[in-house]
């Protein structure tokens, strides 16, 4: 027998497979879409089977495969062909498309780790008569006896008997033991299971969804619309009919939520996979899933490549998450890959959000998707009241960071028992540091940005590439005592609350806050059970939370992300405010918003204000019409990266010149221009972005750029198809 091995080497140029002998005593177990080692050039490397066959009628001298990496983990023939969709789509190498679809578990450095744990169980290994015999001729031996009897119709864990005594009975062969593997995730019930009764709308939309067909619909649901008991009610339908269910969600930090409430419907039914577990733990969920142990997995944008089959519905929450598109290779986006899914296994894809991206909510509107609506809150609960502050009257009065309204909107909360959320979406104490005698800047020595001042342990951060340096007291250039601290990061706001508020029981989430594991979690069930009062952060807590308690949502420095150069930037302020207003007000008592900015006139504002996604649309695809952007263009950005400046703009030109030639009249190329961080980690960027409509060019002479810059060391040719950030 033989197998078409493809090769995991990082170089593109040999993206294809080679043919091994398989040897007799690997024939039995051998399957396609298994990981393999094989020789290859003087080497020992990783490869998986994409083609098993009898005979070969080359005439190079075979090789043969060295062994089997793991019987139990294999790409099936489903995840074969969306492997090669996803290398289509994005352009990247195979072998990358499916090293990203199994579990890293399997990464070369951790193939010698044996990832499977187990308990151990003892019982008895013969009659009792024998037993007994043992025990009336043995009378002294207490402690074996003693484990003997406790054995009699019972397994005990082994760790839980005296292990001398254990050891000889073991040696008799008079008692046994039964390896049973143990998950490192177990549901647990918690306590808090609502009976829900689901109102007339949400029934309706449940009732739209045709399970056995490939449509794609469109949930717009106002938040705490009760999308979340629509998605569980209709997997609950999916799973009568016998099939699986995949649903997506946007970060970790909304995970802990929704998986206790499906773990609360479902049981152990559920696999979940995000970045915050560990390599064992991903193993352990991956097991679930080929064991056929589970029939839902829940989790962030990898899980769309989880092995489930015979898949009946996927769901993506939120779905205007940026989290869905990944911005390193490959760069897919999660949607086209449940797309692919969905229509091979003939069932719909749901996408949830009450603020969907301009592009999916067209598509609805044309009727390419099909539109499903909960416009009221359940209970009939109003959507929030929004006010927005002018911060710059606030600052001819001394208040830069609260305006009086807030802070008198918080204590009333305090007083009445309610709980606050404040949004402030950048981390840190101060972004910017400078010296007020010489005018030194802290910058990054690899980064073209300034560096964060983290009080915590008196140290200035870059976010982008990790640089961190102790600070002193004094400027590092002219040696005065005369650093300031100027902009505001959360950091700075948890101690400026605590002061005016020293009372008040705050938590803050965010990067900072969140590396330890299970960090997410604790902070999350800690605020919900009321163990915090106010609870501020980042971006990370905009997003489908929902904490009853909840009645104020203060959204501090509303204009830092409007500023950013970004022809998103509109969209993503009107999502980001949307999403974190639609905290307030989720249960009996109505909820309010106070948003702090310097351009209350600003028009994306005024939707949030008018929580009028409508108005928000229009205005926007307007805009987008005119400056010919996504939704009415299609976008491509090409990286050019290296470590030498004028080498990489040279290449940069070449880049540009090459697509100018190849590409449709009618598609615009633009001039390259520096990144918009031209420099991070050391590595230069410049970038040159394509708009086009239709251009059947395109697809071939990207792939033949990437070709040409395949072997080159000092360039890296990057394509990102509908970038989510420039
Ligand atoms: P969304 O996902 O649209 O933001 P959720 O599904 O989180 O909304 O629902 C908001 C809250 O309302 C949750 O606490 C949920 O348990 C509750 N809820 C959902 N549907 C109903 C219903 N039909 N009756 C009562 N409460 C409901
Ligand atoms: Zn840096």
């Known amino acids: 027998m033989y197998a078409d091995i493809l090769v ?125 015999e043992y025990i009336n001729n043995n009378p002294r031996s207490k402690a074996q006896i003693d484990i003997l009897n406790k054995l009699k119709n019972n397994k005990i864990l082994k760790s839980e008997l005296s292990s001398s005594a254990l050891k000889k009975l073991l040696d008799l062969d008079l008692i046994k033991e039964d390896y049973v593997q143990k998950y490192r995730i177990n549901y647990e019930q918690k306590d808090d299971t609502k009976n829900i009764v689901l109102n007339k709308e949400q029934l309706s ?15 717009h649901g106002v938040t705490a619309s009760g999308k ?16 699986s269910a995949i649903l997506l969600l946007p970060e970790i930090s909304l995970t802990t939520q929704i998986i206790n409430r499906f773990y609360n419907v479902f049981q152990n039914n559920v696999a979940i996979f995000h970045s915050a577990l560990s390599d064992g733990e991903k193993y352990d969920e991956y097991l679930k899933i080929i064991r056929k142990e589970v029939n839902i997995v829940i989790g962030t944008r990898s899980a769309i490549f989880t092995s489930l089959e015979n898949i009946g519905i996927i769901i993506i929450d939120e779905e205007h998450s940026e989290s869905y598109h990944q911005d390193s290779n490959p760069r ?26 301009l592009e999916t909510m067209v598509r609805a509107k044309k009727g390419v998707y099909h539109l499903l609506e909960l416009k009221n809150r359940v209970n009939n609960q109003e959507l929030p009241n929004i006010e927005i502050v002018d911060m710059k009257d606030e600052y001819k009065n001394g208040k830069t960071i609260l305006s009086s309204k ?39 020595p690899h980064c073209d940005i300034t560096l964060t001042f983290h009080k915590s342990n008196n140290s200035m951060r870059c976010h982008y590439c990790g640089y961190t340096k102790i600070i002193d007291k004094e400027c590092p250039e002219c040696k005065m005592q005369a650093l300031s601290y100027l902009g505001l990061g959360t950091e700075k706001l948890e101690n400026y609350i605590n002061n005016i508020f020293p009372d008040a029981r705050i938590i803050r989430m965010d990067v900072d806050t969140t ?19 106010i609870l501020l952060g980042t971006q990370m807590i905009s997003k489908g939370l929902d904490f009853p308690l909840v009645t104020l949502v203060g959204v501090i420095n509303a204009d830092a992300s409007l500023n950013i150069p970004d022809f998103r930037s509109g969209e993503r302020t009107f999502e980001l405010l949307s999403q974190v207003s639609g905290r307030a007000g989720r249960d009996k008592v109505p909820g309010e918003v106070i948003i702090e900015s310097f351009n209350v006139d600003n028009i994306y504002l005024k939707c949030v204000q008018d929580n009028s996604y409508e108005e928000f649309y229009n205005y926007e695809m307007n805009t987008r019409r005119k400056l010919k952007y996504p939704p009415y263009y299609y976008l491509v950005n090409i990286v050019i990266s290296g470590k030498n400046l004028d080498e990489t703009f040279k290449e940069a030109n070449n880049v540009f010149r090459y697509l100018r030639k190849n590409l449709a009249n009618e598609t615009n190329v633009f001039n390259p221009t520096p990144a918009s961080i031209l ?48």
């Open 8 to 132: 995991e080497y990082t170089n593109k140029a040999i993206d294809k497979t080679f043919t091994y002998i398989v040897p007799d005593d690997l024939k039995e177990s051998i399957k396609i879409g298994m990981k393999v080692k094989v020789p290859f050039s003087n080497k020992i490397i990783n490869g998986i089977v994409l083609k098993l066959k009898k005979i070969y009628d080359g005439d190079y001298e075979l090789k043969s495969i060295k062994e089997l990496v793991n019987t139990d983990i294999t790409l099936n023939k489903e995840l074969l062909s969306l492997g090669k969709y996803l290398s289509e789509k994005t352009l990247c190498s195979k072998i990358v498309a499916y090293q990203t679809m199994l579990p890293s578990a399997l990464k070369v450095k951790n193939q010698k780790h044996n990832y499977n744990k187990y308990d151990i169980y003892i019982s008895l290994n013969k009659d009792d008569n024998i037993i007994d």
């Open 205 to 219: 939309v449940i009732k739209e969804v045709e399970l056995n067909d490939n449509k794609t619909y469109l949930l």
């Open 228 to 243: 979340t008991e629509v998605y569980i009610n209709l997997i609950k339908k999916v799973l009568k009919t016998g099939k």
């Open 332 to 357: 897919y986006n999660a949607i086209d890959m449940a797309k692919f899914r969905c229509a091979y296994n003939k069932c719909p894809l749901l996408l949830g959000s009450a603020t969907p991206t």
């Open 406 to 444: 807030l802070e008198n909107k918080i204590k009333d909360r305090l007083e009445k028992k309610e709980q606050v959320i404040l949004l402030l979406n950048r981390r840190g104490y101060s972004t910017v540091v400078s010296c007020k005698s010489c005018g030194y800047t802290y910058k990054c």
């Open 515 to 533: 590396s330890k594991k299970g960090s997410h979690e604790k902070i999350i069930n800690d605020f919900k059970d009321h163990k915090y009062d």
């Open 679 to 726: 420099k991070i980690n050391n590595i230069f960027r410049y970038q040159i972005l394509i708009k086009y409509r239709y251009d059947g060019y395109l697809i071939n002479t990207l792939k033949k750029l990437d070709e040409m810059y395949a072997n080159n060391k000092s360039i890296d040719f990057i394509v990102d198809f509908n970038p989510s950030r420039f």
